[in-house]
């Protein structure tokens, strides 16, 4: 018998961000000053509460096992949290704490997906949501939606068109990273009635509802009525809005018969995120909204900045960020594929872009660029960037 590794873990790829990344390193080694745009992490510390509530907690003794859904009391906030930002009613018992969104999507995978099921991902999309559904020898399905003006909107009709026996669920992710669009409720409403008319699940990915701009508001798919709801699977993380990107610790909001098997795979999984990071997150839930408001409106200022930059380049449509804290701004086909422009724009500028190419064919002529960053980087890096996209050898 030969030594083979798993077809599941064969069929994933590697993080293009990383790889970026690791190129920018080794030009920053040259001498060369690097100026990134291509991170999905706050740059805020955690609010002052919540380290604090972690202090306690290790002081307390606080680091021992504890039940593998999460701490009782935790689940009991992220459940007034939920009613309060998001109005959705859930009990306790629906709730399990995970290691992150990554974690909540792995055990929802596990918990839903058999070799051979479908999975329809909305592209644009995060690229690891393939990887997560690949791993439990499902297919993700990308469906493609199209543009007006530049911005990516949801077309239904292409959804249902991608529908077959062999469709478990649909991925949906609002605030919508990479596109920067926060999903209408008419929009939601047609994805749900597509799940509902078939007969499968939702599995909504909202890590990032607290960051939300101007008349724009995040709406929970699984608040659209009990039938919804019934089908939802609810993960999201403090990662983003609470900037706990290292703190690992996300959550599910589930059906209570899907919620009980969710429980049982966080036990044999990882076991849960660790207790004293979960005393932390009462914290946060219960008294960090006043730090998420302070970080949104910084958000808000530097997504104004680069946005009025990027649409003064010639060819260049950048739509204004509805939530997160990513431009997608387009640019000419005629400069061909955003791999290759990524690729110059890091070795010609040492400005680190992620190509848009990453999150599906449909975006292969957008950029994604992030203002989860300072203003002095990114007053810094915008002439550069412009000048770089306007002297682009593709016009």
């Not at 306690?56 to 949290?81: M, N």
């Not at 292409?158 to 991925?171: C, N, Q, S, W, Y």
């Amino acid at each position: 018998m030969s030594l083979e590794i798993s077809r599941f873990a064969q069929s994933i790829g590697g993080s293009t961000i990383v790889s970026m990344r690791r190129k920018a390193d080794a030009i920053a080694a040259s001498g060369i000053k690097v100026i990134d745009f291509g991170p999905g992490e706050p740059d805020f510390d955690v609010p002052a509460p919540v380290a604090q509530a972690a202090i306690r907690a290790i002081e307390a003794g606080h680091s021992r096992y504890i039940d593998p859904r999460g701490l009782p009391e935790l689940r009991e906030q992220v459940t007034r949290f939920e009613a309060d930002q998001h109005n959705l009613s859930a009990d306790p018992d629906q709730v399990v704490i995970t290691t992150g969104t990554f974690g909540a999507l792995s055990i929802v995978s596990r918990a839903i997906l058999n070799p051979g099921d479908e999975v329809i991902v909305i592209e644009p999309l995060w690229d690891p949501y393939r990887n997560v559904i690949l791993l439990t020898g499902a297919t993700p399905v990308g469906v493609p939606m199209p543009t007006i003006n530049g911005r990516f909107v949801i077309d239904a009709d292409r959804l249902a068109a991608a529908v077959t026996p062999h469709t478990k669920a649909i991925l949906v992710n609002t605030p919508w990273n990479p596109t920067g669009r926060v999903l209408t409720r008419q929009e939601l409403i047609e994805i749900a009635d597509v799940a509902t008319e078939h007969d499968f699940w939702i599995i909504a990915d909202e890590v990032y509802s607290e960051i939300v701009f101007d008349e724009a508001k995040h709406i929970s798919v699984a608040s659209l009525g009990p039938e919804i709801q019934r089908r939802t699977i609810v993960t999201t993380s403090l990662s983003k809005s609470f900037a706990m990107t290292g703190w690992r610790l996300g959550y599910c909001v589930a059906p209570p018969e899907l919620s009980q098997v969710l429980g049982r795979l966080n036990h044999y999984t990882t076991r849960g995120a660790a207790s004293m990071v979960q005393y932390a997150a009462i914290a946060a839930l219960s008294d960090g909204m006043q730090y998420v408001e302070r970080m949104r409106l910084e958000y808000l200022q530097r997504r104004n900045i680069i946005v009025a930059a990027l649409n003064q380049v010639d060819g260049i449509i950048c739509p204004i960020p509805e939530g997160g804290f990513f431009a997608f701004p387009e640019f000419p086909e005629a400069w061909g594929d955003s791999t290759r422009l990524s690729d110059l724009l890091l070795s010609d500028s040492g400005i680190v872009v992620t190509p848009g190419s990453d999150y599906g064919t449909c975006a292969r002529h957008h950029l994604r660029i992030s203002f989860a960053t300072s203003q002095e980087i990114i007053r810094e890096g915008l002439p550069r960037l412009q000048d770089a996209l306007a002297g682009h050898p593709g016009r």
